[in-house]
């Protein structure tokens, strides 16, 4: 039971490249989210999904795109890598409404030059 | 203002000693409460959550503040182990399970 597993775990790109974030639960839980983790700026909801089939945006949405492809997975995708998305990307997941304990990917390490 | 606020720290204590930190939320909407830790260079894992009449867990004790919208976190015996980041997380009532979270507060426990 791996629990939420994110890859890859580091990437460099240059600016104007584009790159998918995987993200997979084996926990078959309903609820997925992206955060970004900047220093001192705490974790920012990129984009969650309810369920499967629905995404919705969250804080900081500008410059990514997702998908719920099916329950397992979520992916985050960077159509044209800037320098500011330079941060620490977080996929979690949680299972019920009455549950707000999320439980987080390792995350990936991306940096943008 | 940010919604969540934290002292970024470091809060740098000796083995033993008796160390708290607080949180402030600007939204008095907020329903619930919690904190996460976070080791260095890892992912956020649930610590606990914080009850309106306060709730203990071992070395750990949450309070829950409304009228003046801050939480606390106090740990008592510090040890090594418990040298992390701590991040005070809300959820708005209306927000699901949206969590909100401050910039965290980093404990250094040193021997």
């Known amino acids: 039971n791996a629990g939420v597993t994110q890859t890859p775990k580091f990437q460099v790109l240059k600016t104007g490249q584009s790159m998918t974030l995987q993200c997979a639960q084996d926990?078959?839980?309903?609820?997925m989210y992206w955060y970004r983790q900047d220093p001192g700026m705490g974790l920012r909801l990129i984009y969650y999904?309810?369920?499967?089939?629905?995404?919705d945006k969250g804080e900081v949405p500008n410059g990514y795109n997702v998908s719920r492809l099916n329950k397992r997975e979520f992916s985050l995708r960077l159509e044209s890598a800037a320098p500011s998305q330079t941060s620490v990307y977080f996929c979690?997941?949680?299972?019920?409404?009455?549950?707000?304990?999320?439980?987080f990917g390792p995350g990936t390490r991306l940096t943008v030059t | 203002r940010k919604e969540v606020e934290q002292d970024p720290g470091p809060f740098n204590v000796p083995e033993g000693a008796t160390v708290a930190f607080n949180c402030t939320y600007s939204?008095?909407?907020?329903?619930?409460f919690f904190w996460y830790r976070q080791d260095c260079r890892k992912e956020p894992k649930l610590l606990m959550s914080?009850?309106?009449s306060g709730n203990e867990d071992g070395r750990f004790t949450a309070q829950l503040n409304r009228a003046s919208q801050y939480i606390s976190l106090l740990i008592r015996d510090s040890k090594l182990s418990d040298s992390a980041t701590y991040l005070c997380?809300?959820?708005?009532?209306?927000?699901?399970?949206?969590?909100?979270f401050g910039g965290g507060t980093r404990l250094m426990v040193k021997p």
């Open positions: 979690a997941a949680t299972g019920t409404v009455l549950s707000y304990e999320q439980y």
């Open positions: 926990m078959n839980h309903n609820s």
């Open positions: 999904s309810a369920s499967e089939g629905t995404t």
């Open positions: 939204n008095s909407a907020s329903q619930s």
């Open positions: 914080v009850y309106s």
């Open positions: 997380v809300v959820i708005l009532g209306n927000a699901g399970n949206m969590l909100t």
